[in-house]
């Protein structure tokens, strides 16, 4: 028969090896490209993609040739569905650029508002040119205005921890969408869309 103090040992084994198998799936994707591209091996949307497929709390971070460098976006980057790290502290003075067409980062749990949180940091990076626009509106009476825009840099989900350390945000906007195109007959159209919340 098995002594409390031996259920206790075994309760703590049971522990130990639950933080061993967590710890182990985490994983460091090293970024070494100016590329976007996910289908780049070495570029940050590679990086971001195997993050998301990869269980645990993983950590991206930035080779030194990339130090005083500009990534700029030529397309959206993933969505960072999962627990991750951005760290940018070996390579200072890299920049991302969302290029005034792009927002930067957009986090949101499985690409949704689904429930159970997600804890994502980042850090040591200048965070540049991000845009936001909402979608514009329709045409005439009956159609929707236009959308709200949010997230020039980052855009962050709902239940979402959020630390951003270290981060230069310059001349990030987010602005709605246009309004709805006007109907000659009805004599309406849809409403210009808001600027919604973003960090600049």
Do not use: H
């Not at 703590?12 to 933080?19: Q, W």
């Not at 195997?50 to 709390?57: H, L």
């Not at 959206?76 to 920049?95: E, H, K, W, Y």
């Not at 845009?131 to 962050?156: L, W």
């Amino acid at each position: 028969m098995l002594s409390r103090r031996s259920f206790a040992l075994l309760g703590t084994s049971a522990l130990f090896s639950l933080s061993l198998a967590e710890a182990a799936l985490a994983a460091t994707y090293t970024v070494t490209s100016t590329s976007v591209d996910p289908a780049v091996s070495g570029s940050l949307g590679w990086a971001i993609s195997q993050a998301n497929a990869n269980a645990g709390a993983d950590t991206i971070v930035f080779d030194t040739s990339l130090a005083g460098q500009t990534i700029t976006l030529d397309r959206m980057l993933p969505i960072i569905s999962d627990d991750v790290t951005i760290d940018g502290s070996s390579a200072a003075g890299l920049t991302i650029s969302g290029g005034g067409t792009y927002n930067i980062f957009f986090i949101r749990r499985d690409g949704s508002d689904s429930p159970g949180s997600m804890t994502v940091t980042i850090s040591d990076l200048t965070l540049e040119d991000g845009r936001a626009k909402g979608g514009d509106g329709g045409p005439g009476d009956g159609s929707g205005g236009g959308g709200m825009g949010a997230g020039g840099a980052i855009f962050v989900g709902k239940n979402v921890a959020l630390t951003a350390s270290n981060i230069n945000f310059v001349d990030n906007s987010a602005r709605g969408g246009n309004g709805g195109v006007y109907d000659n007959v009805t004599g309406f159209a849809g409403g210009g869309g808001g600027g919604g919340p973003q960090r600049r």
